[in-house]
T-cell receptor, first 109, second 113 residues
Framework: AQRVTQPEKLLSVFKGAPVELKCNYSYSGSPELFWYVQYSRQRLQLLLRHISRESIKGFTADLNKGETSFHLKKPFAQEEDSAMYYCALSGTGSYIPTFGRGTSLIVHP | DAGVTQSPTHLIKTRGQQVTLRCSPISGHKSVSWYQQVLGQGPQFIFQYYEKEERGRGNFPDRFSARQFPNYSSELNVNALLLGDSALYLC????????????FGPGTRLTVL
């Protein structure tokens, strides 16, 4: 069975500090991985996906198949980064997307 | 484009009743997925429909059913409601079937008393 684990329910940092939101997955095949974000009073939206290999709003995420991880990183956190972040996995083949429980990021001024 | 729309916004039902939730995808999107999100958890996949056919099903009982119409809008039906069905129900649309970027609606908050 596929699984996504986000070990931190809450991550609190100060503005300008580096941020790393952890995501570990379990999947027997070749996964597609996503990070979704939900800002206060907004709907859930895509932040980035691993196949695009983009940097969005200063965030990057690298798929590490050896460690089965897809951690989200940003070198310098901004207050506007405060939001709920969800890691998600979709298997190639049968489509059953799996979301992690989410990490709430709070960036203090 | 208003994005994905869902109706109603909020709904209160009692145990044993039936409920229908509605979703309109982004124009041009042919795939609609439904998720259940309970407080403190991430969205849990219920169904995906593409071109009016079910293409994926999560681990939910048969009380949950859905359909997609020729205009690609979708309905989620839940029969014999239980207290545990209280949750935020999210609809998401995407261009393609499968592991494509999901565009989420605002959700329908269902409360079962």
């Amino acid at each position: 069975a596929q699984r996504v684990t986000q070990p931190e329910k809450l991550l609190s940092v100060f503005k300008g500090a580096p941020v790393e939101l952890k995501c570990n997955y379990s999947y027997s095949g070749s996964p597609e991985l996503f990070w979704y974000v939900q800002y206060s009073r907004q709907r859930l939206q895509l932040l980035l996906r691993h196949i695009s290999r983009e940097s969005i709003k200063g965030f990057t995420a690298d798929l590490n198949k050896g460690e089965t991880s897809f951690h989200l990183k940003k070198p310098f956190a901004q207050e506007e980064d405060s939001a709920m972040y969800y890691c998600a996995l979709s298997g190639t083949g049968s489509y059953i997307p799996t979301f992690g429980r989410g990490t709430s990021l709070i960036v203090h001024p | 484009d208003a994005g994905v729309t869902q109706s109603p916004t909020h709904l209160i039902k009692t145990r044993g009743q039936q409920v229908t939730l509605r979703c309109s995808p982004i124009s041009g999107h042919k795939s609609v997925s439904w998720y259940q999100q309970v407080l403190g958890q991430g969205p849990q996949f219920i169904f995906q429909y593409y071109e009016k056919e079910e293409r994926g099903r999560g681990n939910f009982p048969d009380r949950f059913s859905a359909r997609q119409f020729p205009n690609y809008s979708s309905e989620l039906n839940v029969n014999a409601l239980l207290l545990g069905d209280s949750a935020l129900y999210l609809c998401a649309s995407s261009l393609r079937r499968g592991a494509d970027t999901q565009y989420f609606g605002p959700g329908t908050r269902l409360t079962v008393l």
